[in-house]
């Protein structure tokens, strides 16, 4: 092992015992992606795949984990989405299959989620987009962060990854383990996130061209083709429509959403919708128009999401070389650092 592979596997040791698997890479939750293909694919590679429920039903996600232990015997998370209706039985479905982790996204989980998750045994991971919350969701009894900058695809938060871990990393690393996670495609900045006291990285773009992710190959052409300026955020059309930014490759859908906006927002004036229903059918749109892109391969009225990190993936290769080439990188970085 050479002093950068030493190096590398030390300060990775924290969080990849955490998630109890050998590198500490979390595969971010991307809808209709990281499903069990993607998922096992990344477990078996030795980094933590995490099943993406979005908007799955409790029986949806019970046949998803059950054919994702078909094919690895390694540990894996799920990541559920703090505003499902149904967020309650979809605990009762991971704690049925005994999942390890559970990663709770959206927002500050509701009374009596992190107990009901606890109570199988399962760790909680949430994501801080401010110190503030990350303090908050420490007392509150979180076992693990993600700290997410702008520069991820999907639903994004308004500060830049490298500002998030430079004001939050000195401040919580000590008291729980931190995964840094927005704009990561090279093994350097891996490499510079766990010096800086990170337990962990999460990555999602550099995940969707892996041979083994179902995306349509439209989808993935449309990556391997992009450059970083071509994933941009949307633009929040109502100030009352409390909508989460989302980023993803410039297309025809990326106005059509700013059309949808408008058509809810219509749809709160007349008093047909409250703001709860408000905000769900927007999730909704994302998850149809995401679908449209990712499974039938319509990259054009469909949703590209899609991280700034997208210009640095280059091609379609297994997701166990991925893997090796961001530790390589993250390795020879540390290595050349310690002379």
Not at 37 to 42: G, Q, R
Not at 149 to 164: F, K, Q, R, Y
Not at 293 to 304: K, R, Y
Request: aromatic share 4%; proline share 4%.
């Amino acid at each position: 092992m050479s002093i950068g592979q030493e190096r590398l596997a030390r300060r990775m040791a924290r969080g990849a015992e955490f998630l109890g698997c050998d590198v500490a890479i979390l595969g971010g939750a991307m809808s209709w992606i990281s499903e069990r293909n993607l998922v096992s694919a990344i477990s078996n590679a030795g980094g933590f795949g995490v099943i993406a429920c979005g908007a799955m039903s409790p029986e949806l996600l019970d046949t998803e984990i059950a054919e994702t232990k078909k094919r690895t015997d390694k540990p894996f998370g799920v990541n559920l989405i703090t505003m499902h209706p149904q967020l309650f039985e979809l605990i009762g479905v991971c704690a049925k299959h005994k999942v390890s982790h559970v990663v709770l996204a959206g927002g500050l989980p509701p009374a009596g989620a992190l107990d009901a998750i606890k109570a199988s045994g399962a760790k909680v991971i949430c994501f801080a987009p401010a110190l503030a919350l990350a303090k908050k969701l420490i007392r509150s009894g979180v076992d693990a962060l993600v700290i997410e900058g702008m520069e991820a695809g999907g639903h994004i938060g308004p500060v830049s990854t490298s500002v998030l871990a430079q004001e939050m990393l000195p401040e919580i690393a000590d008291q729980l383990p931190v995964f840094v996670a927005g704009g990561i495609g090279k093994g350097q900045l891996i490499a510079g996130y766990l010096e800086m006291g990170a337990a962990g990285v999460q990555l999602g773009t550099r995940f969707v061209c892996a041979t083994e992710c179902i995306a349509h190959p439209n989808f993935k052409k449309a990556f391997i083709r992009a450059s970083a300026r071509d994933a941009i955020a949307s633009v929040q059309i109502d100030p009352r429509l409390p909508v989460i930014p989302v980023r993803a490759l410039r297309n025809a859908e990326m106005e059509a959403f700013a059309a949808k906006q408008r058509e809810v927002a219509q749809m709160l004036d007349d008093g047909k919708v409250d703001m709860g229903a408000a905000q769900l059918e927007i999730e909704h749109y994302w998850a149809g128009a995401l679908r449209r892109a990712v499974i039938d391969g319509d990259v054009e009225s469909g949703s590209v999401m899609a991280g700034q990190s997208v210009g640095m993936v280059k091609a379609e290769e297994p997701v166990a070389d991925i893997i090796a080439t961001l530790m390589t990188e993250a390795a020879e970085a540390l290595e050349t650092r310690a002379h």
